[in-house]
């Protein structure tokens, strides 16, 4: 296997943001750190990082050697890990675990901030990947290496510079737990886990906040925060920074399918921050030469910023949100779109095509925004949702779509 030339991509990483506007962190050059991160952990010698392998304990031994160079204390059962496993059906349509059924083995990275509070602050991100993409891929052709730069060592690397900085400032009222998980692509296995093993108690935690893909900011700067909601004073704390700017979606509900769902059900505050999906989720395309440095910077220092702001706090009150139903997701049809998380308006805006599903076949294309199925309106996700839940393969629809300002319809055969 031909390894990637991580010293070219280092040095070209140190110009970029070295070019990016300051923002407001105490470490006073944090850009070398965050390269090596980035470019380690996201590097063809960690081969994608899947749960239970090889890869997953280098990235594991990358991350502990980080803890301790920034002087955490290591709060797992073994140092700085929290090992786990997971039996798993080898029938996906079979809930009972049976003989002969598989086991997932993995371990989560802990390091510890003691600033001597009763109350602690849980950071977290996940660290394992796709592997070779056997599972989860979208990727259609031969067996390749899944890097995950964006999904998901943007957070870790987020992580890592957060530990940095949270280490390097003085009189916080808060400790701070800082947790990379592992097993998240295989359903949030490693922060179920924790939350059901603490290290520290969960009535001892203050709120939970999960990075999951802040590596690919785009142009117009949209993040989307979840979880605002959870807690009555997240809102005022977010608001309240002027600097970097963002154009947020703020999403008052606590539930979504990453770590910080395992924290919310157990009744602790969470924030969620994302910045976006792209045609490289899931494929091995998603690398580090596409990762937007300056702007997984700009993050971590809002982040920073509304730590310190809720750090000035008691532990925080929690509240429970009004979450999306649970959607059945063995649907009889697809439409093969990958949706923009983002979008704000009326409809679903298309932020990608799996090819050879219907959508891609009937002509629709990345940022046509759909209005309408067959006779459903769609006004959002949900109703997007529900629509697949009325129809069966073979049906003939018509989808209306907003392209470009016009309205077209096209006939999709699903």
Not at 100 to 124: A, E, M, P, R
Request: one cysteine or more.
């Amino acid at each position: 296997m031909q390894l990637r030339p991580i010293t070219f991509l280092l040095y070209l990483t140190l110009f970029i943001i070295s070019c990016s506007p300051a923002v407001k962190l105490p470490v006073s050059n944090p850009v070398q750190s965050m390269a090596v991160d980035m470019l380690t952990l996201s590097s063809d010698e960690m081969e994608g990082r899947e749960t239970g392998t090889d890869g997953e304990r280098r990235a594991a031994e990358h991350i502990q050697g980080r803890f301790m160079e920034i002087g955490l204390i290591p709060l797992g059962t073994d140092g700085y890990l929290q090992a786990f496993s997971k039996k798993r059906t080898q029938d996906p349509h079979r809930s009972t675990i049976q003989t002969g059924d598989s086991v997932i083995y993995g371990s989560n990275v802990i390091g510890f901030l003691d600033n001597g509070s009763k109350n602690t602050v849980v950071i977290g991100a996940h660290y394992d990947h796709l592997g070779f993409g056997a599972e989860g891929s979208l990727y259609k052709g031969d067996k390749q290496i899944h890097n995950g730069a964006d999904d998901n060592a943007s957070g870790v690397t987020g992580l890592l510079l957060l530990a940095e900085n949270l280490k390097k400032t003085k009189k916080l009222k808060n400790n701070y737990l800082f947790i990379a998980f592992s097993g998240e692509e295989k359903g949030l296995l490693g922060s179920n886990y924790y939350v059901n093993n603490p290290t520290v108690g969960v009535q001892e935690m203050n709120y939970m906040i999960n990075m999951d893909m802040i590596g690919r900011l785009n142009t117009e700067r949209n993040l989307a925060i979840g979880g605002i909601g959870t807690s009555p004073l997240f809102d005022q704390a977010v608001s309240q920074i002027k600097e970097p700017k963002f154009q947020l979606k703020k999403e008052l509900s606590g539930a979504g399918p990453s770590d910080h769902m395992s924290f919310y059900l157990a009744g602790i505050p969470v924030l969620s921050f994302f910045t976006g999906q792209h045609d490289d989720y899931h494929k091995p395309s998603d690398d580090a030469h596409l990762i937007n440095y300056s702007g997984m910077k700009d993050v971590a220092s809002l982040i920073y910023q509304i730590i310190l702001a809720l750090d000035k706090s008691e532990k925080l009150p929690f509240t429970k949100t009004q979450d999306p139903a649970p959607q059945n997701r063995n649907f009889a049809v697809s439409l093969g779109i990958m949706p923009d998380y983002l979008f704000d308006g009326k409809g679903v805006k298309v932020d990608g095509l799996r090819e050879g599903k219907p959508g891609m076949k009937a002509g629709i294309q990345k940022g046509d925004i759909i209005t309408m199925m067959g006779s459903i309106e769609i006004t959002d996700m949900k109703a997007y949702m529900n629509s697949l839940g009325t129809f069966k393969p073979g049906d003939k629809i018509d989808v209306r779509i907003i392209r470009n300002q016009q309205e077209i319809t096209l006939p999709v055969t699903l």
